[in-house]
């Protein structure tokens, strides 16, 4: 079965601060990773996944298959970046996407 | 983007009565939708995958019976909490995934529900 582990429930940062959320996983397959935030008051929106290899908003996020971990990092943080983060994992085998989310991380960022 | 959209956002119903919420791809067809369940303070729980024209696929522990999907279109799904009780109250989101967008899967709103 699959897993997706968010240990912390709660980060708190300063702004210009690094953060780190972290993420690990458990799959048989080969997974495709996802990082998804939710806003206040918005819907869950997409930050960025693992095959795009991209920069958004200033988060990267690298997979680590040996640590089964895709920890989102981002050097400087903002206010705005204050929501809440999840992590999620597709079955790459799979054409429906079902989406496997772990318990998610609310970050606030302090000014 | 891609948009998706679920009506009601708030539904009050008494305990015993049946609720319907509807999730809708605006500018997209979807052959597919999920629904998830969503408590306080906690993740998305998956709980079922609509499937256009056929019947929806449900995890583990979800009675079926008790949550009614269908998926009769290729923009509209519906989810139906029937006999609902005080336990059934909760967050639902609905997603959908346009043709060719890689994995990725837009959400509804999400619908708050509560049963007195």
């Known amino acids: 079965a699959q897993r997706v582990t968010q240990p912390e429930k709660l980060l708190s940062v300063f702004k210009g601060a690094p953060v780190e959320l972290k993420c690990n996983y458990s799959y048989s397959g080969s997974p495709e990773l996802f990082w998804y935030v939710q806003y206040s008051r918005q819907r869950l929106q997409l930050l960025l996944r693992h095959i795009s290899r991209e920069s958004i908003k200033g988060f990267t996020a690298d997979l680590n298959k040996g640590e089964t971990s895709f920890h989102l990092k981002k050097p400087f943080a903002q206010e705005e970046d204050s929501a809440m983060y999840y992590c999620a994992l597709s079955d790459s085998g799979g054409s429906n996407y079902k989406l496997t989310f772990g318990k998610g991380t609310l970050l606030t960022v302090n000014p | 983007g891609a948009v998706v959209s679920q009506h009601p956002s708030r539904v009050i119903c008494k305990s015993g009565t049946s609720v319907k919420i509807e999730c809708r791809s605006l500018?997209?067809?979807?052959?597919?939708m999920f629904w998830y369940r969503q408590f306080p303070k906690q993740s998305l729980m998956l709980m079922a995958t609509?499937?256009?024209?056929?019947?929806?696929?449900?995890e583990q522990g979800v009675e079926k019976d008790k949550f009614l999907i269908n998926h009769a279109s290729l923009t509209l799904s519906t989810l139906t909490v029937t006999s609902a009780h005080p336990e059934d109250s909760s967050f639902y989101i609905c997603?959908?995934?346009?043709?060719?967008?890689?994995?990725?899967?837009?959400f509804g709103e999400g619908s708050r529900l509560t049963v007195l």
């Open positions: 500018d997209f067809q979807a052959t597919t």
């Open positions: 609509s499937n256009e024209g056929s019947k929806a696929t449900y």
């Open positions: 997603s959908a995934r346009p043709p060719l967008a890689a994995g990725e899967l837009f």
